[in-house]
T-cell receptor, first 116, second 116 residues
Framework: DGGITQSPKYLFRKEGQNVTLSCEQN?????MYWYRQDPGQGLRLIYY???????QKGDIAEGYSVSREKKESFPLTVTSAQKNPTAFYLC???????????????FGPGTRLLVL | AQSVTQLDSHVSVSEGTPVLLRCNYS??????LFWYVQHPNKGLQLLLK??????LVKGINGFEAEFKKSETSFHLTKPSAHMSDAAEYFC??????????????FGKGTRLSVIA
């Protein structure tokens, strides 16, 4: 059963703590993305990766870090530098990030991060 | 640069009546356009996609959208609303050619309420 999985569904962070959100896909997609969703804001791009061992900052990368050591995995770390981390985080993947007729992005179920 | 504007933040319809969710886009090139749906606390699901073929695009669950270049619009419609259609809907634009750091641009969303 192909798809994108995100874990955990809910995550709680204490002040000054780094937390890592997991994203795994078995669609054999090259590109993966992380978005942050706040009420009334739509989706904002945090980081994306077109290929293993390479990634680019999106619009709101400050306070976040990523790695892409494997094609199927793209974990996101929310660092203590991110002062307002409470949000819904969505991971997505696609066959390609650019070129003609850009491929569709497929989304995971999301992780809700809350600050204690 | 690409941008997308969803003209209504909230639309409310009665069950069985037509649905119209409005979207205008701005793009330097002929874009690809998407509509996604998001149910509460879930990921985004693709409804339909326009990529310069037929201007009237049919999607899942009875939804369709018409690409009108002269009006730079891509409105989403459905002849008869069902209770299960209540959700958040996102209009999304992508460039025909790779534009750099932001592969897709999301609208801020329209929340659709369906009244019994």
């Amino acid at each position: 059963d192909g798809g994108i999985t995100q874990s955990p569904k809910y995550l709680f962070r204490k002040e000054g703590q780094n937390v890592t959100l997991s994203c795994e896909q078995n669609l054999n997609h090259d590109a993966m993305y992380w978005y942050r969703q706040d009420p009334g804001q739509g989706l904002r791009l945090i980081y994306y990766s077109q290929i293993v061992n390479d990634f680019q900052k999106g619009d709101i990368a400050e306070g976040y870090s990523v790695s892409r050591e494997k094609k199927e995995s793209f974990p996101l770390t929310v660092t203590s530098a991110q002062k307002n981390p409470t949000a819904f985080y969505l991971c997505a993947s696609s066959m390609d990030t650019g070129g003609a007729n850009q491929e569709t992005q497929y989304f995971g179920p999301g992780t809700r991060l809350l600050v204690l | 640069a690409q941008s997308v504007t969803q003209l209504d933040s909230h639309v409310s319809v009665s069950e069985g009546t037509p649905v119209l969710l409005r979207c205008n886009y701005s793009s330097s090139y002929s874009p690809s356009l998407f509509w996604y749906v998001q149910h509460p606390n879930k990921g985004l699901q693709l409804l339909l996609k326009y990529t310069s073929a037929a201007t009237l695009v049919k999607g899942i669950n009875g939804f369709e959208a018409e690409f009108k270049k002269s009006e730079t619009s891509f409105h989403l419609t459905k002849p008869s609303a069902h209770m299960s259609d209540a959700a958040e809907y996102f209009c999304v634009v992508s460039p025909l050619r790779n534009s750099g750091n932001t592969p897709l641009v999301f609208g801020k969303g329209t929340r659709l309420s369906v009244i019994a």
